[in-house]
């Protein structure tokens, strides 16, 4: 007999260390799940994990998910019968420049950890996936948009990781839930724009740098937000293959209002200075809409705009990077 949808669960959390997998890990435990972490530590801090490793429902592992020896090890130790598979790239121009980049950690680390639960018998995934599978679209981008035609890498590897999941799913998960991010952003930031214009604030340059003209427009959303709606879904859709747009119900935050936000929280005298162009980076999608329509119906809503998210997640990362460097 299936466990009941809300009881505790054996599950493992890919990327336990990073920003999103770290606040994950603390609202499992706090839900009463035995939560076993792993997370190569490149860009994951153990700092993120001070809490969980407190307690006695939660186990870490160091160890590479192109590493199937790591891999099984950890299902080896205890029986996991959900994986929250957070692991992959998250600098999307550093996969642009290299793609081997995206095909280790986006694709392979996908293809491990489904080929590790098939011999292990665990049955419900869920996955981080993202806006960046959809490619360039002017509309309002709801879940069975087309044609997917990926711009990066990386997106193009989350997009194969999704395929991989509904073969899965025909062939031996019992139950699936792809979550597309938008930008998500709050304390614990390992990368992304709130992180990288404080990381060059702290350099003291004579004026920020931000790249594009500043009027790339993009959803974002608070990783409280996030968890939230990610585990409302596992509860409630119950389909073999869930599939569902996470995001705030506004046309986002431009990158002009980032900025502005930054220094005024760090550095009020300094200005603005723009690269020019429409794009940040090779790969970037300088702007998108999301439709939350599915979402909604399931019965979630956000409480935060976009420019809300970013006025919280910019005092959180701020104070990150002061306590940091004390
Ligand atoms: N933050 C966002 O805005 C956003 C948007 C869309 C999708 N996502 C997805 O959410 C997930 C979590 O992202 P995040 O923002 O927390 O990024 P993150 O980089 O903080 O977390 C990823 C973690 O995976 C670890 N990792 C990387 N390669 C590994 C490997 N080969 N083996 C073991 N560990 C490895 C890193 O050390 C890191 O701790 C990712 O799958 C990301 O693609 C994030």
Do not use: C
Request: proline residues 4%; aromatic residues 8%; charged residues 20%.
């Amino acid at each position: 007999m299936s466990e009941p949808s809300n009881g505790p669960r054996s599950v493992l959390v890919t990327g336990a260390a990073g920003f999103i997998g770290s606040h994950l890990v603390d609202t499992l435990l706090r839900m009463g799940h035995e939560v076993t972490g792993i997370d190569n530590l490149s860009r994951g801090r153990l700092e993120y994990l001070e809490d969980a490793l407190n307690k006695s429902n939660f186990q870490f592992s160091e160890g590479d998910l192109t590493d199937l020896g790591s891999l099984r090890s950890v299902f080896s130790r205890r029986r996991i019968d959900t994986v929250w598979h957070l692991v992959a790239n998250s600098d999307i121009a550093a996969g642009v420049a290299d793609p081997n980049v995206d095909f280790r950690d986006t694709f392979l680390t996908t293809y491990n950890t489904i080929l590790v639960m098939r011999e292990f018998g665990a049955k419900r995934l869920a996955f981080a996936s993202t806006s960046a599978v959809y490619g360039v679209h002017d509309e309002l981008i709801h879940e069975n948009i087309g044609p997917m035609f990926p711009i990066s890498n990386y997106g193009a590897m989350k997009l194969a990781s999704e395929g991989l999941i509904s073969a899965a799913v025909e062939s031996f998960l019992e139950r699936a839930w792809i979550f597309r991010f938008p930008n998500v952003i709050g304390s614990r930031a390992t990368h992304g724009i709130i992180f990288d214009l404080l990381a060059k604030l702290s350099k003291n340059p004579p004026d920020l740098e931000v790249l594009g003209d500043g009027a790339q427009q993009k959803p974002y959303l608070h990783v409280s937000e996030l968890i939230d709606a990610m585990l409302l879904i596992s509860e409630r859709a119950q389909n073999p293959l869930n599939y569902f747009n996470i995001g705030p119900d506004d046309e986002g935050a431009t990158v002009r209002q980032i900025a502005q936000a930054v220094l005024q929280e760090a550095a009020p005298l300094m200005s603005i200075r723009f690269t020019g162009g429409k794009k940040g980076w090779v790969g970037d999608v300088p702007r998108f809409r999301y439709s939350i329509e599915k979402l909604k119906e399931l019965g979630w809503s956000p409480k935060l705009s976009s420019v809300a998210a970013v006025e919280r997640s910019v005092a959180e990362i701020y104070r990150d990077f002061v306590v940091t460097k004390a």
